[in-house]
């Protein structure tokens, strides 16, 4: 296990197209992060997973964002009729359960949105 | 939700000197509070960490100093290299969700 990846790695699409993320975390992590940052900000807390349950949304995030983890393990995002606006990385982080543990991220999927 | 505030956003040294950011955070239940060093095109790697009981914590020439009744955290960074040149991060853990600062591009000028 070489830690939390993400694909794919870059992503070019055509404003109003549906796109989706797939993340993989580090295996005995149960807690599954997503994050999105744009050029000279830090990461924007989208929503986190703990196992397969999605406790938290931003208020921030559009109903066209939508996560998933259906069994505990792998995570997708999709963005539905993406927008200029949505072009940004999206991070994936993953970290275990108890405590206030380390936050491991992924390299990123790059959206750009034409 | 918490809110971070981090400064300054951009800070630039002499190889050598030492450097310091500072961060805010605005929710007291916040508990733990990583700091991570992003390099251009890569990912966010953590490279010290602080939990609310604790007032400072130092790894060989990082050091970080939280101040709760301020709510105020601070990263330290001495004998600085230009491979410490980057950017970072610092974050504050508030119910199991990490809210980060906005960021301080570090250049360290040999």
């Known amino acids: 296990d070489t830690g939390v990846s993400q694909n794919p790695r870059h992503k070019i699409t055509k404003r109003g197209q549906n796109v989706t993320f797939r993340c993989d975390p580090i295996?005995?992590?149960?807690?599954l992060y997503w994050y999105r940052q744009t050029l000279g900000q830090g990461p924007e807390f989208l929503t986190y997973?703990?196992?397969?349950?999605?406790?938290?949304k931003s208020r921030l995030l559009s109903d066209r964002f939508s996560a998933e983890r259906p069994k505990g393990s792998f995570s997708t995002l999709e963005i539905q009729r993406t927008e200029q606006g949505d072009s940004a990385m999206y991070l994936c982080?993953?970290?275990?359960?108890?405590?206030?543990?380390?936050?491991?991220f992924g390299e990123g999927s790059r959206l750009t949105v034409l | 939700g918490e809110n971070v505030e981090q400064h300054p956003s951009t800070l630039s040294v002499q190889e050598g000197d030492s450097a310091v950011i500072k961060c805010t955070y605005s929710d007291s239940a916040s508990n733990y509070f990583p700091w991570y060093k992003q390099e251009l095109g890569k990912r966010p790697q953590l490279i010290i960490d602080?939990?609310?009981?604790?007032g400072e914590k130092k790894d060989q020439r990082i050091a970080v100093t939280l101040n709760k009744t301020a709510k105020h955290f601070s990263l330290h960074i001495t004998e600085t290299q230009p491979e410490d040149s980057a950017v970072y991060f610092c974050a504050a853990n508030n119910f199991n969700k990490f809210y980060f600062g906005s960021g301080t591009k570090l250049n360290v000028k040999p």
């Open positions: 997973f703990q196992n397969e349950a999605q406790l938290e």
């Open positions: 295996s005995e992590h149960n807690r």
């Open positions: 602080i939990r609310s009981n604790v």
């Open positions: 982080a993953s970290s275990q359960m108890y405590g206030a543990g380390e936050l491991f």
